[in-house]
């Protein structure tokens, strides 16, 4: 095991506490019972079959989870990087509180466009004190009368994230003239109020500069402070603060330790090995995250993604039209800073092609595998790298038309033997370690 999965694996002392005092309490996933119906019974039955799942433990849950089981519409529905699209939760907000709005603030992103964050009187819901919520944009703001003195009913969206269900008490909307962050007029763009000033925009640089070493996420030192800090100093770009030498940040009113850190993790972030498909997404390209960026690798190197045309892309499976449009002018937009951060010399681990794996003699080269448990040799993310380096195809969870299920450490016997009814093919680690290595 490596030494940062150990660390990922510690527990905080102050849970670790409460678990030993038996504050909290952890159920087998196992031992909860499911059901399988089919989809017309659950339409026709569905607030009763939800309430017989939601009461059949005794103890509190957030929802309830329906899954497609049908392998054929379970591969055809897919899955992004974050989620299976054959999955869905369904979550009641039972609890839920009439607030008053104390002030809406505007705030920029780093695609220009002007948030609105209602400030509420603090309120209790769920078990946690509610100050601050989401008003999506101000085409919201402004239809539903949301402002100082608006009453709105708040629930927490499956128990978490605080939603307003409905307006109450609509009053005048207060829309902003001008960027919060550089003072530009404002334009409206759909439902969005949009600001234009692409170049000048302190808010605009600042979070384009957090997204790329966020999503880098190989250096912690360039957080928001440090990047608000270079801001203020006129640093604008990716490749000037790669070009920041160690003495420099000192008189950035960086202390001399820090400083050298800082200089240290710039280089490291460059010559620790990462996915040309994470660098790629670190740009912030509209409608371009890790999912769509590895997609597009399989197909053309990063240099030949900037001589695509529209109709050239919607050739590849999984971008129509509009998705197309959108990244086309994206790349062009980011074309320049792009290239001057690339010649930086990044250690990019480059996206098997998916021409190169269709002849490949590896014993891996286009099959379905999954892995699961606890590896030694590596982590799991490890593992499913070198997987597709292979000319396999990774998948997160197991169907009919999965062709081997690695298993590590710490697997269920339950989830092993319904592999096997599924036809799939079960090997441990190391049975899969040497089959990796046979010529």
Request: charged share 25%; net charge negative; aromatic share 8%.
């Amino acid at each position: 095991m490596n030494d940062n999965y150990e660390e990922s694996q510690k527990v905080d002392e102050n849970i670790q506490k409460a678990i030993d005092q038996g504050a909290c309490v952890f159920y087998p996933f196992a031992l909860i019972t499911n059901r399988t119906e089919h989809f017309s019974t659950i339409l026709a039955d569905f607030e009763s079959i939800v309430d017989q799942v939601w009461n059949s433990v005794d103890f509190d849950i957030d929802g309830v989870i329906f899954e497609i089981t049908n392998d054929d519409i379970k591969a055809h529905m897919g899955a992004t990087r974050h989620h299976h699209r054959w999955q869905i939760a369904f979550k009641v907000n039972e609890e839920s509180a009439e607030v008053e709005v104390i002030n809406i603030i505007a705030q920029t992103s780093r695609t220009g466009r002007i948030s609105p964050v209602a400030e509420l009187v603090p309120t209790k819901l769920s078990g946690a004190t509610i100050s601050r919520v989401t008003v999506h944009h101000y085409n919201m703001v402004k239809t539903n009368g949301v402002g100082p003195g608006a009453i709105v009913q708040l629930v927490r969206s499956g128990l978490v994230i605080p939603k307003i269900e409905k307006v109450i008490k609509k009053v005048a909307p207060q829309l902003p003239d001008s960027c919060p962050s550089c003072h530009s007029h404002l334009l409206w763009e759909s439902d969005h109020l949009i600001c234009p000033n692409k170049s000048d925009c302190p808010a605009q640089t600042e979070n384009t500069l957090v997204h790329f070493f966020k999503t880098l996420g190989n250096n912690d030192g360039f957080g928001p402070k440090v990047i608000e800090k270079l801001s203020n100093f006129g640093i604008k770009h990716i490749h000037e603060i790669y070009q920041i030498k160690s003495h420099q940040f000192s008189g950035y009113g960086f202390g001399d330790k820090t400083s050298k850190n800082l200089f240290d993790q710039l280089l490291a972030s460059r010559e620790i090995e990462i996915e040309d498909w994470r660098f790629l997404a670190a740009f912030g390209v509209t409608r371009l995250a890790g999912g769509n960026c590895e997609k597009l690798l399989q197909h053309h190197t990063i240099i030949e993604l900037f001589e695509l045309s529209v109709e050239q892309m919607v050739t590849i499976d999984g971008f129509a039209q509009l998705s197309a449009e959108a990244i086309v002018e994206g790349l062009a937009n980011v074309k320049e800073q792009l290239f001057k951060v690339y010649q930086l010399g990044f250690n990019l681990a480059v996206t098997p092609k998916l021409s190169d794996q269709s002849g490949s003699e590896s014993p891996l080269a286009g099959k379905i595998v999954v892995f699961t448990g606890s590896m030694t040799q590596g982590s799991r993310g490890e593992m499913e790298k070198n997987a597709k380096l292979l000319g396999a195809k990774v998948g997160k969870s197991v169907s009919g038309k999965t062709d081997l299920l690695i298993t590590g450490e710490k697997v269920g016997e339950n989830k092993i033997t319904a592999a096997r009814a599924k036809g799939v093919k079960v090997i441990s680690e190391s049975e899969y370690l040497a089959l990796i290595k046979q010529d």
